[in-house]
């Protein structure tokens, strides 16, 4: 059984930064399809940022450029790096596989204020 523990959110002022990780434990695990997604409130959960069956990072549009998705296989923890951060990346944050998500973890809230 996988299990996800989301840490790094908080509060943060527009144009700031913050770095989410994401541990991940249990069975049937890759970092390798691992992904961050996020919930604002009264949305729907969307990805933001997931390595492909290749490996290579992909972005929303609403975060390239941004935000940058990497990992440490030898810790198994996926981190993401958000940078120049605007109060609509408000949300809470969670990481899970990719494509098809497991069970969610418990997110980690992040608050943008302008």
């Known amino acids: 059984q996988v299990q996800l523990v989301e840490s790094g959110g908080g509060l943060v002022q527009a144009g700031g930064s913050l770095r989410l990780s994401c541990a991940v434990s249990?069975?049937?695990?890759?970092?390798?399809?691992m992904g961050w997604y996020r919930q604002a409130p009264g949305k729907q959960r969307e990805l933001v940022a997931a390595f492909s069956r290749g490996g290579s990072p992909n972005y929303a549009d609403s975060v390239k450029g941004r935000f940058t998705i990497y990992r440490d296989n030898g810790e198994n923890t996926v981190y993401l790096q958000m940078n120049s951060l605007k109060p609509e990346d408000t949300a809470v944050y969670y990481c899970n596989t990719n494509p098809i998500p497991g069970p969610w973890g418990q997110g980690t809230q992040v608050t943008v204020s302008s």
């Open positions: 249990g069975s049937i695990f890759s970092v390798n399809r």
